[in-house]
């Protein structure tokens, strides 16, 4: 496979931003600090989203931490001593990086290579798909310090997993390992640490062939499932189903399956 790289036109203190073809990895970059979320990673988290969402020629994002011990060991703890209620809300709304990628338009991936705790296991939660070596480690483990998750973790992980596993998690700050995470519902799958990369790319350069127009409607009426009721679901899933018939994408997609060959979709 030819691969072209591309490092990103912005430069980042805290991530290292690479294209692999239509797949852009995002890696945290603090490995002597566990690759914690500090306010600068999270503002520039965010910001490489807002600089991949137009651009055409990037289908999917993989999330990542740098070395193999931790995927994000979660917030900067460092940061939490002195602060006030008012700064830390700020810290936490003012731009999430959490919400951008729930909301982001194109399939995020989290590839998870290590200890993936507190808003590092929130930010996996907001992805769309987790990835997990098998020496990955899952954890909500802000109750230690006398906090609780505030990054989606008591939202996100009870959807995901359910209240009783979520609480138990939450409420014992206790962590587990991969396979247990893959049992609960918490990752969709565990890879050997060695094959990670390449299962995680060989996931994500198949999800990057599909129509762009059809994955970010998919993505939209997933989500709606935990956030309406089922009438309201249903109804807005119809509307993005009929959306794209507008796509030039469906029209490429129907004429290549019976023309018996593989669709080129341009995302339009
Ligand atoms: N915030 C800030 N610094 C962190 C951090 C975090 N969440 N997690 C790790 N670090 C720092 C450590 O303070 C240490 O820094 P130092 O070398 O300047 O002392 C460095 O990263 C290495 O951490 P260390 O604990 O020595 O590594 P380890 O491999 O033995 O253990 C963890 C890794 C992740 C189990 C352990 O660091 C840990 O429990 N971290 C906190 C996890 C947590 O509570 N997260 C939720 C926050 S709300």
Redesign the pocket.
Known sequence: MSQSLESSSQSYETLLVERRERVCIITINRP???N?LNIKTREEGARVLDELRDEEGVGVVVFTGTGD??FI??????EFAGRTALTQRDVMTARSLFNAIDTFPKPVIAMING?C???GCELALACDLRIASETASFGQ??I??G?IPGGGGTQRLTRLVGEGKAMEMILTGEIINAHTAYNIGLVNMVVPAADLEARTMEIANRIAEKSPVALRMAKEAVKLASRSNLDEGLRREVDLFALCFSSEDKDEGVKAFLEKRKPVFKGK
Do not use: Q
């Open positions: 002597e600090k566990r914690a011990k931790a060991a979660g917030a900067d703890i460092a200890y705790l507190g808003g483990p802000e230690n310090l906090i």
